[in-house]
Nanobody, 128 residues
Framework: QVQLVEAGGRLVQPGDSLRLSCVAS????????MGWFRQASGTEREFVAG????????HYADSVKGRFIMSRDNDKNAVYLQLNALETEGQATYYC?????????????????????WGRGTQVTVPS
């Protein structure tokens, strides 16, 4: 059973940057499409970013495009999410997810039901 463990969440101030990590206990980690989602209090979980097996193609939600950067290191079985210029709207629990589904050629995987493996999340707090 593949397990995903996120880390790096903490209390930061508006405008700060933060790097989240997700390490997978999986053989053949490179076969998985990896994604980041987040869920703020009282809201539904939403897609943040996703990347292909090689990391060559990454998709972002419009709300984070230009500020967040997702990367992966297959040698370390890890993906990362760099959060820059954090705002209070960035306060949420951030989840790492993995999928064996091949993304369609015209888009990445963005729906929760496209990912079957989830981590427990890491909390990012940005006070107003």
């Amino acid at each position: 059973q593949v397990q995903l463990v996120e880390a790096g969440g903490r209390l930061v101030q508006p405008g700060d940057s933060l790097r989240l990590s997700c390490v997978a206990s999986a053989r053949l980690f490179s076969k998985y499409y990896m994604g980041w989602f987040r869920q703020a209090s009282g809201t539904e979980r939403e897609f943040v970013a996703g990347t292909t097996w090689s990391g060559a193609t990454t998709h972002y939600a419009d709300s984070v495009k230009g500020r967040f950067i997702m990367s992966r290191d297959n040698d370390k079985n890890a993906v990362y999410l760099q959060l820059n210029a954090l705002e209070t709207e960035g306060q949420a629990t951030y989840y790492c997810a993995a999928s064996e589904t091949l993304p369609p050629p015209d888009r990445g995987l963005t729906r929760e039901d496209e990912f079957k493996i989830w981590g427990r999340g890491t909390q990012v707090t940005v006070p107003s």
